[in-house]
């Protein structure tokens, strides 16, 4: 629990730090701050588009073995290049770790807010992130 | 699209009024986002996230100001991203008014709602804001916007921002002063890709009639002083929100903006909003706009993939673009 406290802070730590927060449409209509989620799954398709850039995983429940694809929204591409992306830093078959806030239709739909690929950390550019 | 916006909003409106002021209460005791979101700021002066030493303000070869690049060097402005203009309202001082300040602090004071994010954490509606100089209506639009956390706004819809908001969504904009042509352009990056042209050519406002209501509106631009760029709007129309925040408007608002540049970097936005047909007195905004030395600005069409559309549905659970289905019948599939 402790340390998944601290993950949070250091999230916000990091969205706080970050020079170009991209806003297109409301994020608490749709997501749910306090819904945080942490998934690990098998990329399937990136929609590498405005106003938002889309990815998709597989994502396999240990117990059951059941297979769900996720829905991941991110910022714009070009919020995302201004945060260390390319287009093709994220493809199909990649096994990334994935935090954020769940929607809150209940949906297999989630707002990302970081990303872990290859042991490396990117910020999502995300519409969760910090205003004036 | 707008007939059933506003007939939803309408109905809506009429279902919150009703149950507004349980809810008020409540939100005011989860303290307001935008009181919170706005710590640190500082009176009318934004955060500059410049660093580097602080150098005096271009001008062009007349004396007025330069509100753009220096010849060789590249750079744009770094629009912040002020979700609640409310919370920016300043006195004749140019300073936020001392009950902002004091609602900051209580919100401090009490934890409340820090989480930034296109919105989050409590919002207190109309009745949370005493300075802004409410009609019934648009502090009841206003509260249902609030309750139902920017669900309609029509940014989301990849609408542009307009009026003062264009300066407050954060995307990146230039401005490209034309004196021979006796006309100042304004660029945009993101906020629908989009541009404005302030006529410096003295002419008068069209009248009434000949003035087609637009989102960015009619603007007509003179030099108060040297280093005062005044820029007069009308002729907006009622598909925009003041702020992200849900602050209405209609089309008898009128904005008065002064645009000056303190130093190098920093952009100092003021805008006086006259609305008669929203709010029963006039008020003015400020922050500051940093400059991003070395800038440019990229493409940005928020209308090529905008899943927000497609997810979007209202309050009767109906989606609001797309098929409808048939009663009995599920939504088309993809459309979620």
């Not at chain 1, 714009?76 to 096994?95: I, Y």
């Not at chain 1, 809150?104 to 990303?115: E, H, I, L, Q």
């Not at chain 2, 009490?110 to 919002?123: F, L």
């Given at each position: 629990?402790?340390?998944?406290?601290?993950?949070?802070?250091?999230?916000?730590?990091?969205?706080?730090?970050?020079?170009?927060?991209?806003?297109?449409?409301?994020?608490?209509?749709?997501?749910?701050?306090?819904?945080?989620?942490?998934?690990?799954?098998?990329?399937?398709?990136?929609?590498?588009?405005?106003?938002?850039?889309?990815?998709?995983?597989?994502?396999?429940?240990?117990?059951?073995?059941?297979?769900?694809?996720?829905a991941m929204e991110m910022g714009?591409?070009?919020?995302?290049?201004?945060?260390?992306?390319?287009?093709?830093?994220?493809?199909?078959?990649?096994?990334?770790?994935v935090e954020g806030s769940l929607?809150?239709?209940?949906?297999?739909?989630?707002?990302?807010?970081?990303?872990?690929?290859?042991?490396?950390?990117?910020?999502?550019?995300?519409?969760?992130?910090?205003?004036? | 699209?707008?007939?059933?916006?506003?007939?939803?909003?309408?109905?809506?409106?009429?279902?919150?009024?009703?149950?507004?002021?349980?809810?008020?209460?409540?939100?005011?005791?989860?303290?307001?986002?935008?009181?919170?979101?706005?710590?640190?700021?500082?009176?009318?002066?934004?955060?500059?996230?410049?660093?580097?030493?602080?150098?005096?303000?271009?001008?062009?070869?007349?004396?007025?100001?330069?509100?753009?690049?220096?010849?060789?060097?590249?750079?744009?402005?770094?629009?912040?991203?002020?979700?609640?203009?409310?919370?920016?309202?300043?006195?004749?001082?140019?300073?936020?008014?001392?009950?902002?300040?004091?609602?900051?602090?209580?919100?401090?004071?009490?934890?409340?709602?820090?989480?930034?994010?296109?919105?989050?954490?409590?919002?207190?509606?109309?009745?949370?804001?005493?300075?802004?100089?409410?009609?019934?209506?648009?502090?009841?639009?206003?509260?249902?916007?609030?309750?139902?956390?920017?669900?309609?706004?029509?940014?989301?819809?990849?609408?542009?921002?307009?009026?003062?908001?264009?300066?407050?969504?954060?995307?990146?904009?230039?401005?490209?002063?034309?004196?021979?042509?006796?006309?100042?352009?304004?660029?945009?990056?993101?906020?629908?890709?989009?541009?404005?042209?302030?006529?410096?050519?003295?002419?008068?406002?069209?009248?009434?009639?000949?003035?087609?209501?637009?989102?960015?509106?009619?603007?007509?631009?003179?030099?108060?002083?040297?280093?005062?760029?005044?820029?007069?709007?009308?002729?907006?129309?009622?598909?925009?929100?003041?702020?992200?925040?849900?602050?209405?408007?209609?089309?008898?608002?009128?904005?008065?903006?002064?645009?000056?540049?303190?130093?190098?970097?920093?952009?100092?936005?003021?805008?006086?909003?006259?609305?008669?047909?929203?709010?029963?007195?006039?008020?003015?905004?400020?922050?500051?706009?940093?400059?991003?030395?070395?800038?440019?600005?990229?493409?940005?069409?928020?209308?090529?993939?905008?899943?927000?559309?497609?997810?979007?549905?209202?309050?009767?659970?109906?989606?609001?673009?797309?098929?409808?289905?048939?009663?009995?019948?599920?939504?088309?599939?993809?459309?979620?």
């Open positions: 629990m402790r340390t998944k406290f601290a993950v949070v802070i250091a999230g916000l730590v990091l969205l706080a730090s970050a020079r170009t927060i991209v806003a297109h449409h409301s994020f608490s209509a749709e997501f749910d701050a306090n819904k945080p989620f942490k998934l690990t799954g098998t990329v399937t398709k990136v929609e590498w588009m405005n106003p938002h850039t889309f990815f998709y995983i597989d994502v396999k429940d240990e117990k059951t073995g059941k297979v769900t694809n996720w714009s591409p070009n919020g995302l290049m201004r945060a260390g992306w390319t287009r093709n830093t994220m493809k199909a078959g990649d096994v990334v770790e929607a809150k239709d209940g949906s297999p739909t989630g707002n990302a807010r970081s990303v872990m690929m290859n042991g490396k950390r990117l910020f999502a550019a995300s519409s969760q992130g910090n205003t004036q | 699209m707008t007939t059933s916006l506003r007939t939803a909003l309408l109905s809506a409106t009429a279902v919150v009024v009703f149950s507004s002021s349980a809810w008020v209460l409540g939100a005011q005791q989860a303290g307001g986002e935008g009181a919170a979101a706005a710590q640190g700021q500082g009176g009318g002066r934004g955060r500059g996230r410049q660093s580097g030493p602080v150098t005096p303000t271009p001008r062009l070869p007349d004396g007025t100001v330069n509100f753009g690049r220096v010849p060789g060097e590249k750079g744009v402005w770094a629009v912040p991203y002020i979700t609640n203009m409310a919370m920016r309202v300043v006195g004749k001082d140019g300073q936020v008014l001392p009950e902002i300040q004091q609602a900051q602090t209580a919100a401090r004071a009490g934890g409340g709602g820090a989480r930034g994010g296109g919105g989050g954490g409590g919002r207190g509606g109309s009745k949370s804001e005493p300075w802004i100089p409410w009609m019934p209506w648009s502090a009841a639009v206003y509260d249902y916007n609030s309750k139902n956390e920017s669900k309609y706004d029509p940014e989301g819809y990849c609408l542009p921002p307009g009026g003062p908001r264009m300066m407050a969504t954060p995307y990146q904009m230039e401005i490209i002063q034309q004196p021979e042509h006796k006309r100042i352009i304004m660029i945009f990056e993101g906020a629908t890709h989009i541009w404005r042209e302030i006529y410096m050519d003295g002419r008068k406002f069209p009248g009434d009639d000949e003035l087609n209501p637009t989102y960015l509106g009619y603007s007509v631009g003179r030099w108060e002083n040297p280093d005062t760029l005044l820029v007069e709007n009308k002729g907006f129309n009622e598909n925009s929100w003041l702020d992200y925040f849900g602050h209405p408007h209609t089309d008898k608002m009128e904005v008065v903006e002064r645009w000056t540049r303190p130093n190098k970097q920093t952009l100092h936005y003021e805008a006086t909003v006259t609305d008669p047909g929203a709010y029963s007195r006039p008020f003015t905004m400020a922050w500051d706009i940093p400059w991003r030395d070395g800038g440019e600005l990229p493409e940005y069409i928020c209308q090529e993939n905008n899943r927000y559309l497609n997810r979007l549905e209202d309050d009767l659970g109906q989606p609001i673009f797309g098929p409808r289905p048939q009663p009995g019948q599920k939504r088309p599939a993809g459309t979620r």
